[in-house]
């Protein structure tokens, strides 16, 4: 790379040098098969809703280079930036989030999102990647002469947090939330006997879902009754096995236009149909990748507030895709989550920027502490 | 949260340095130490992440193999649920009564229209029933899919086949066809424009209509329920009547061979019938049915022991009962004995009979003969009985006429079938076989002796008294006359009549009852100005009675046939001869 110097200290330069490339190159990687499979998957989506065909195309074009650069953007921050942005951010999500609950439109049955500027937005999205940041530096040790009830105030935000999320009602945002606390929780050092516990209370959360959302009811009986699968699995399967190892050809998926949410939470679906096991799989290994890359840097990180909020930032993508795959491919209940930089869907796709954005600059190789 | 409580979730923070002494744990050393259990615990994440990341792959693996292995899904657009055919519905003969056409059903695409203003001139020109601007606003519309006419023929699908228009296509579907057009729409009823039954028996057996499966045979007779028809429509013509109900039902068992209801309509249009067509007046509507009703008050007086044949009653003046006067049609001003008060309809005689037999037993019977509830045949449309909440002994003396209680005709059929076949009541069906209500296992209700009584009450009646004119050669027949003042916003109305005649044919071993049914008949010359039941309706049931007899190969009855020689006896038997009037 001989445009720019290792000496180069301008803040190209440095980021440069310094940024994860690896990951990086895996993440554009993600947003060009993602771009692809929204070609693929959505004219059909929009012409059944009555829309140009290459409207979902379109939107995803342009929103697509905002994401990306508001990634690269985030990720030249400093740690004192990183943390006072998702402080930032969670403060405002946080706000929109009481607005939804109390004045959002309902749409499918739940008031997830809030209209800014003529863009629909879903708050909670944005609110996951901060919140973890946030719970970092709360649970991350400190000077004693520095303590804070750092781990109390943390429990309070948490619960304040999945209160509204149960009332717009977001179950299973509300279960990625608690997974990704827990896990930072797990990481900070919490004991085994705590962590038993609230894998209990988790199942037991669960259950009382099950009895007080009738959504989730259906939705678990469905998964339960291997007769009663809902027509988009079913479509989905189809779709894997028409695929196959090399798929039908771009452009040549039939199946992919019965799929009703083929551009956001079925996207793998249509992968599968058109590019099959190959792609399929590439794809697998490039949310892999990143993840257990992320947490191989992670290891040999010396600074326990980058780790803590790292580790979360990683969980939640990691977890978001695998909840995703699994349920497209009929493995989980399904549930409504987007596939991390490759769904359709503005809200999920610029707040996995940032919180990518946010994992590049925690990871970037620092020179001293920086703090 | 305090420190102990802190340290109790943390075990590797806060250190306690010294017995009895807490220095503050240096940050060095405590990052240290935090660092080594979180790389271990990283671990953990780590390995658990790639087990996930594996089952995924695994997965999508599985699915790929067998996917190869043959098992893609090919035909993927022929899985849409196949519009079945509707089963057929037929009579008791097997004649198809409804079945099911495949006929094509014209949408368009509007998007993928080239000129809409061409399209719809073609269409105006192949199905001119369209207009043109309305056809014209479908198509410019920004929909991928509107209907523009459901089930073409042949030739309009062809034509509209022949001039290639892209963005035009045709749905398979299929259609209900009644090919008999008007002759029973009330008993089949209807389906609508997506083929599911929401009248009549297409309604009642819609689950096994919309299965496809074997066709529902019906108890109904075409030719007999054709002849009925034409019968009472002649009538109706004949005396500028509102409406008519005409029924045949089998004597032995309750099955319903003819069902017609005036005016009606074609059930392949029933968009076009209005409210008076769709009414069905044979089940759904109940009326006061006036001295057809005297069948029953006589049989109950009868089997009671209330009264004997041989019974008197005070017909000299028109009876006041309360405020209401009862007075009679036929006045004889004089006694008369139990038959003559059946044979000359006498009102004040059946008032002092149900007097006799009392409100308790009356209600009984009525409602053993099911009177008083909804009828229990195969239409979703029967209509409740109207009879009185608290039965006073002036409802039990106009009840005994006919008067205070209402019930539809198919009531008043099954009721005297009752009365005539020797006794027993069969729940009154128009399905054959298993798809019919109940058991059918009769229930008696009369003593065999009763109904012997009635039958010759009912002979003599056609013999002798107002039933004159249903007397068709040949086939003996038996039956009751009923000429109804139809109650008005205040009393009863002189003008406005409901005339019937329902008799049972061959009278010494009933096989058929027949009942006609004329709402406010007007009468001409013919009947000398009479609308009765006697002028109006008894004719109607002797050409059907002749009609059907030969039809369903009934010998003609001798006049020795057993139990014909016992009535003669019994009108000689009164020692004197019945004025004829």
């Known amino acids: 790379m001989p445009a720019l110097s290792r000496t180069d200290n301008s803040i190209v330069g440095r980021w440069w040098w310094t940024v994860d490339k690896w990951t990086l190159l895996a993440l554009f990687l993600l947003a060009v098969t993602g771009m692809m499979m929204t070609m693929a998957a959505s004219p059909p989506v929009a012409y059944r809703l009555g829309l140009d065909p290459q409207h979902f195309v379109v939107r995803h074009a342009m929103l697509l280079p905002f994401a990306l650069i508001a990634m690269i953007a985030i990720s030249t921050m400093s740690l004192k930036a990183v943390r006072r942005l998702a402080l930032a951010i969670f403060v405002i999500s946080l706000g929109l989030m009481v607005l939804t609950v109390t004045t959002g439109e309902t749409v499918k049955g739940a008031s997830r999102w809030i209209y800014i500027f003529g863009f629909s937005i879903q708050p909670s999205e944005f609110l996951k990647p901060a919140f973890a940041v946030v719970t970092a530096w709360l649970l991350a040790p400190r000077p004693a002469n520095q303590e804070i009830p750092g781990a109390a105030i943390c429990t309070l935000i948490f619960t304040l947090i999945v209160g509204l999320l149960l009332a717009q009602p977001d179950v299973g945002q509300a279960g990625v939330v608690t997974a990704v606390w827990l896990s930072q929780w797990f990481l900070a050092g919490l004991s085994i006997a705590w962590i038993g516990g609230s894998a209990v209370m988790g199942g037991l959360s669960l259950m009382a879902a099950y009895f007080v959302f009738p959504h989730v009811a259906l939705r678990i009986d469905r998964f339960m009754d291997p007769n009663a699968n809902s027509y988009q699995i079913e479509r989905a399967m189809q779709a894997f096995l028409a695929g196959g190892y090399t798929g039908e050809g771009p452009g040549e998926g039939i199946i992919k236009a019965s799929i009703p949410d083929a551009h956001s939470d079925f996207i793998l679906a249509v992968a599968g149909e058109e590019y099959g096991l190959i792609m399929t799989l590439a794809i697998v290994a490039i949310f892999a990748f990143i993840v257990l890359r992320g947490f191989a840097r992670l290891f040999k990180e010396h600074n326990a507030f980058v780790t803590l909020a790292g580790f979360g930032l990683l969980v939640q993508f990691g977890l978001q895709a695998a909840i995703n795959m699994g349920s497209t491919l009929n493995l989980i209940p399904t549930k409504g989550m987007t596939l991390p930089f490759m769904s359709y869907g503005g809200s999920s796709l610029l707040a996995m920027s940032i919180g990518m954005g946010m994992l590049l600059a925690l990871t970037r190789r620092r020179v001293g502490e920086e703090e | ?581």
Do not use: C
Request: hydrophobic share 40%.
């Open chain 2, 1 to 581: 949260m305090n420190g102990r409580a802190y340290r109790d979730l943390f075990p590797g923070r806060g250190l306690r340095r010294g017995r009895g002494t807490y220095m503050p744990p240096r940050m060095d050393d405590d990052m240290r130490r935090f660092m080594e259990m979180g790389r271990a615990r990283i671990l953990v994440a780590g390995i658990f992440m790639a087990l996930i990341f594996t089952v995924v792959g695994g997965r999508l693996t599985q699915l790929a193999v067998r996917g190869e292995s043959g098992d893609r899904p090919i035909a993927i657009a022929a899985e849409r649920d196949e519009p079945r055919p509707r089963a057929n519905i037929v009579d008791r003969n097997g004649e198809i009564l409804a079945t099911d056409l495949e006929t094509a059903s014209l949408y368009a695409n509007p998007r993928r229209l080239l000129d809409a203003e061409k399209a719809a001139r073609a269409l105006v020109e192949v199905l001119p029933d369209l207009e043109y601007k309305a056809t014209l606003k479908k198509l410019k519309s920004d929909r991928g899919f509107v209907w523009l006419r459901r089930h073409l023929t042949p030739r309009q699908q062809w034509a509209l086949l022949e001039r290639g228009i892209p963005g035009l296509d045709f749905i398979d579907e299929y259609t209900r066809v009644y090919p008999q057009g008007p002759l029973m729409p009330h008993l089949l009823g209807y389906v609508d424009s997506d083929n599911r039954g929401i009248a009549g028996l297409e309604k009642r057996f819609e689950a096994h209509l919309a299965k496809g499966d074997g066709p529902l045979r019906l108890t109904i007779d075409m030719r007999v329920q054709h002849l009925m028809r034409e019968e009472l429509g002649a009538a109706m013509r004949e005396f500028r009547a509102k409406a008519a109900a005409g029924i045949v039902m089998d004597a032995r068992n309750g099955e319903i061979l003819a069902l017609v209801s005036l005016p009606d309509f074609d059930p392949n249009h029933p968009g076009k019938a209005g409210d008076g067509e769709r009414f069905n007046r044979a089940t759904l509507g109940v009326y006061e049915l006036g001295s057809t009703f005297k069948v029953f008050t006589a049989a109950i007086a009868l089997d009671t022991g209330a009264a004997g044949m041989k019974k008197r009653y005070d017909a000299t003046k028109p009876l006041q009962v309360s405020r209401f006067m009862i007075r009679d049609y036929h006045a004889k001003k004089r006694w008369l004995t139990l038959p003559e008060v059946f044979v000359y309809s006498s009102n004040i005689g059946a008032a002092l009979m149900a007097q006799d037999i009392g409100a308790k037993r009356q209600r009984d019977y009525l409602d053993k003969l099911g009177m008083l509830d909804p009828l229990g045949v195969e239409l979703p449309e029967t209509g409740k009985p109207i009879s009185p909440s608290t039965w006073r002994p002036v409802n039990t003396m106009t009840i005994g006429f006919g008067h205070g209680i209402a019930v539809s005709p198919l009531h008043l059929v099954s009721g005297v079938t009752a009365a005539v076949n020797g006794g027993v009541l069969h729940r009154p069906t128009i399905v054959a076989g298993e798809h019919r209500d109940g058991d059918g296992t009769p229930r008696r209700v009369f003593k065999e002796r009763t109904s012997k009584e009635i039958r010759k009450l009912m002979r003599l009646t056609v013999e002798n008294g107002t039933g004159r004119n249903a007397d068709a050669a040949g086939y003996a027949v038996g039956g009751k006359t009923g000429t109804a003042e139809k109650p008005a916003a205040k009393g009863y109305e002189g003008k406005r009549l409901l005339s019937s005649f329902i008799g049972a044919f061959p009278i010494n071993e009933p096989r058929y009852v027949v009942l006609a049914l004329l709402d406010e008949p007007k009468g001409n010359k013919k009947t000398l100005g009479y609308a009765t039941g006697g002028w109006v309706a008894a004719p109607v049931v002797r050409r059907v009675v002749e009609r059907m007899g030969p039809m369903l190969g009934m010998p003609p009855v001798e006049e020795d046939a057993p139990g014909m020689r016992e009535l003669e006896l019994y009108v000689a038997a009164e020692g004197r001869k019945l004025a004829s009037y």
